[in-house]
């Protein structure tokens, strides 16, 4: 059994995309949990297992699944019909878990870099920064249109999404600006967009 916990308009949103671009909604309990938010409105919720009390969280027969990375290959291996990844562990599937795995250790650290003004020759030397990470963007939309190629994947809802929350951060390069475009008007991403307007609501 599944059960996702999220919460509306967060990290989380981006997992609720792919599992509306999979077709599995039916197949997922979700959980909608409190979070503390930057605006000071919200709180830690009791109810949320995650250990940090942050969301996405998925509970897979009773094993907590942690980080949006991992729980979006994850769902993914469970349903390789889906088509939102390369089938497991063919070569694509390696590359593809680069991506997932690059978002978290390398894209969103120097994204949070810059946005606090933090520079440093230890930082740089592990994780470089913002213009170098999007050099490899670049490199492979210049075969594209997506991120692994000629197919859409989850590797592109996870890369393009802080661009989708923060479009001011998004490089000024019309092949990564028409990627994060192409990413968020797909009907999925904006059906899910409007159920979190509702929940927010709630
Ligand atoms: N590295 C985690 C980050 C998760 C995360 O920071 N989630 C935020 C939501 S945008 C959260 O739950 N914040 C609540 C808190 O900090 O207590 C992931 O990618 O899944």
Redesign the pocket.
């Known amino acids: 059994m599944l059960t996702f916990f999220h919460?509306p308009n967060?990290?989380?949103t981006a997992v609720l995309t792919l599992i509306e671009e999979m077709g599995i909604a039916d197949q997922i309990t979700l959980k909608l949990v409190t979070?503390?938010?930057l605006d000071g409105s919200?709180a830690?919720d009791p109810a949320n297992p995650?250990p940090?009390?942050?969301?996405?969280a998925l509970d897979h027969d009773g094993r907590l699944i942690?980080?949006?990375?991992?729980?979006m290959a994850h769902l993914c291996g469970l349903f390789p019909d889906s088509g939102l990844s390369p089938k497991p562990f063919t070569p694509d599937w390696g590359a593809f878990l680069g991506w997932m795995a690059w978002y978290?250790g390398v894209l969103?650290p120097v994204m949070i870099h810059d946005f606090a003004g933090l520079s440093h020759p230890v930082l740089q030397a592990t994780f470089r920064d913002h213009p170098t990470a999007v050099q490899r963007l670049r490199k492979a939309l210049e075969r594209g249109p997506w991120l692994m190629g000629e197919t859409f994947s989850a590797a592109d809802i996870l890369v393009h999404s802080p661009y989708a929350w923060f479009g001011d951060r998004t490089p000024d390069d019309p092949l990564i600006q028409d990627w994060v475009a192409r990413c968020m008007a797909r009907p999925a991403r904006l059906k899910v967009l409007a159920e979190e307007e509702t929940r927010m609501a709630a």
Do not use: C, D, N, W
Not at 52 to 56: C, D, F, L
Not at 66 to 71: L, N, V
């Open positions: 919460s967060s990290r989380s979070i503390p938010r919200g830690r995650h940090e009390g942050k969301v996405p942690t980080e949006r990375g991992a729980i978290q969103e």
